[in-house]
């Protein structure tokens, strides 16, 4: 029996047969994988020559590199690949770069609790430093459509909070103080481009594009 929280739309053996091994290259990629749906885009022909017009997927409960998505959906560009139809655990291989867009949701629980271990830590430290000026961070907090980060302060029971407002900005994601002239832009990595970041129901959405790099 195959997979219950993978599932796939693509139709004919062959298309089925890649769309498997797509599901594992996903998973290898990922620390974990909860519900995946895979749509392929292509023909048969295509495929004969080891070319794919793109794959839409669809993925929840997902940790990548320690960051925990709650929801992904992404589509990504014409692919170059290589069939391995006599080795069924490694059955695709990726050749080439390929563009990926689409959106990402993190919960402001998952956020919070990331922030706080490794290997995330440092930037959890680092937006407390930025943006209240003392480390580490103690929390965070997603209330509408504002950021509420906490650090500890000595001597004092209450922590100190801040609270700020998020967009996009020059393909990063950019942290304002809701009341005053402060703000920071988060480290990114080059090969991403934020395009939109909203605040909503307790979820942190990011909308962007990347290269990826088999």
């Known amino acids: 029996m195959g997979d219950p929280s993978s599932t796939t739309t693509s139709t004919g053996p062959l298309l089925q047969l890649l ?6 290259w996903v998973r290898r990629q990922c620390d974990a994988v909860g519900e995946l749906k895979l749509e392929l885009h292509g023909s ?17 409960e997902v940790i990548f590199q320690g960051l925990p998505l709650h929801y992904a959906e992404l589509k990504s560009g014409p692919l170059r690949l290589n069939m ?19 959106t990402v949701s993190i919960t402001d629980k998952d956020l919070n609790q990331v ?3 490794d ?40 922590p100190a909070r801040r609270r700020f407002l998020i967009r996009a900005d ?11 002239d402060l703000e920071a ?13 909203v605040l909503n129901g307790g979820q ?10 088999p």
Request: avoid cysteine; hydrophobic fraction near 45%; charge should be negative.
């Open 19 to 24: 769309a498997n091994g797509l599901k594992i």
């Open 44 to 60: 048969a022909l295509e495929l004969f020559r080891g070319r794919l017009s793109g794959v839409s997927l669809m993925a929840k």
């Open 84 to 102: 391995n139809l006599g080795k069924s655990a490694q059955a695709v291989t990726l050749e080439q770069s390929f563009d990926l867009q689409g």
């Open 115 to 117: 922030l706080l271990s």
């Open 119 to 158: 290997p995330w830590r440092w930037l959890g430290d680092w937006l407390a430093e930025e943006l209240i000026g003392i480390t580490p961070l103690g929390g965070l907090q997603i209330n509408n459509d504002t950021l509420e980060l906490q650090a500890p302060v000595i001597g004092q029971q209450e």
């Open 170 to 180: 020059q393909g990063t994601v950019l942290i304002r103080h809701q009341d005053v």
């Open 185 to 197: 832009s988060l480290p990114m990595d080059p090969a991403i481009h934020i395009e939109e970041a």
């Open 204 to 213: 942190l959405h990011l909308k962007g594009r990347a290269s990826v790099t």
